[in-house]
């Protein structure tokens, strides 16, 4: 009983962590944005994701009791607790990394949201009922720039090219279930990861054929350890920013 | 020497000079920006879309959804309409005088000034 309660918490920070991380990336364009009003949106589109990811803690925090909060689950936890997929903390690089890594994984997001919807789980549905609105217009944005620069100048099309090449070994992981998740799916609070994976690809491959860009081949090596922990070089220079304050001023506020 | 100075009023802005439709070449030269569009909201209540702000975007589609961005963030709106400021054509201030000036004095163009009949009602 005791591993099962352990899988949901698990399963709730894997999504939470998701959300925070790939938010937090995205605020690090704030104030660095290509034009005023891309920076404004893509602003909007972290604050969206570090709000999914707050009412993930929440849920968890209540789940583990004991003085948790969100606070100290985002800021007092170390890398190998954090549960997210390794896309997720890939660096922003150029604009064209930045709007791959979020195509990928707002594509994700929304057919996984669609599904968690139907979560037995009352606040597992309640979450990604609200959240599915936003992540729609996330998929909007980032696949219409994805296409833009595609199909658009030249330094564009490679540069796109150079993106997909360094994010689409991350791209195998979202769909490779650990053990918390099999353990959701039999609970009948996860989603089958699995049987979004059609869906996803069909989604990239349609916008990749609009964006003239080539799919790469099915044998690339596909990296994985996120969600259990095991993460790339990315992930403790995220925390070392993120966390420092609450780590030196433990308790701060303001 | 005489020198002639042709001066723009917001929005009558002839299109090379406007920003849009130009050349990628021509784009770095010059180092124009993408083009500017007007925006206009609908909100919730209100029936009629109204002036917001202006913002640059590549089309129309990027525009409505930079407006989105920009200015629906607090639930201002229900409807966005975009378009490109070079569209838009201004009266000229310096003819303020003789456009609206003499409006001043024909109070008879408010339906205040006539006597009404008491048998109507709510006017």
Redesign the interface.
């Known amino acids: 009983m005791l591993a099962v309660h352990q899988s949901r918490i698990n399963y709730v920070l894997h999504l939470a962590d998701n959300a925070l991380i790939i938010g937090h990336r995205n605020s690090e364009w704030c104030g660095h944005g290509p034009?005023?009003?891309?920076d404004?949106?893509i602003t909007?589109i972290a604050l969206d994701l570090i709000g999914q990811a707050r009412n993930f803690y929440q849920y968890a925090a209540e789940l583990i009791g004991n003085n948790t909060t969100e606070d100290t689950l985002a800021y007092l936890r170390d890398e190998r607790e954090f549960k997210n997929c390794l896309l997720a903390e890939q660096p922003n690089s150029d604009w064209a990394i930045t709007i791959l890594r979020q195509f990928f994984f707002s594509t994700y997001q929304y057919f996984f949201y669609q599904k968690l919807q139907y979560s037995n789980d009352v606040q597992l549905s309640a979450i990604a009922e609200k959240a599915l609105k936003e992540v729609t217009?996330h998929l909007?944005?980032s696949s219409?720039w994805a296409i833009?620069l595609g199909d658009g100048?030249e330094d564009s099309h490679q540069r796109m090219i150079k993106a997909i090449d360094n994010l689409w070994m991350f791209t195998g992981e979202l769909f490779l279930a650990v053990n918390y998740e099999k353990i959701g799916v039999n609970e009948g609070y996860g989603v089958d990861i699995s049987l979004i994976k059609n869906d996803w690809m069909k989604k990239v491959t349609d916008a990749f054929e609009e964006a003239t860009l080539a799919l790469p081949p099915d044998d690339v090596w596909m990296q994985r350890g996120g969600k259990e922990g095991i993460h790339s070089e990315y992930l403790g220079h995220i925390l070392a920013e993120m966390q420092y304050l609450q780590r030196a001023y433990p308790g701060a506020q303001w | 020497m005489s020198i002639t100075c042709r001066k723009y009023y917001y929005g009558d802005i002839p299109d090379n000079n406007a920003g849009g439709n130009i050349s990628p070449e021509k784009n770095k030269l010059s180092g124009n920006d993408w083009p500017l569009w007007e925006v206009f909201i609908r909100s919730k209540q209100g029936l009629d879309h109204k002036h917001a702000g202006s913002l640059h975007a590549t089309n129309a589609q990027m525009a409505i959804e930079n407006a989105r961005d920009v200015y629906t963030r607090r639930m201002e709106g229900v409807s966005i309409w975009v378009v490109e400021s070079k569209h838009i054509h201004a009266s000229n201030p310096e003819e303020a005088g003789s456009l609206y000036d003499p409006a001043n004095d024909k109070v008879y163009r408010y339906p205040a000034f006539y006597d009404l009949p008491d048998e109507l009602k709510h006017m």
Do not use: C, G
């Open positions: 034009v005023l009003e891309q404004i949106a909007n217009y909007r944005w219409e833009r100048t």
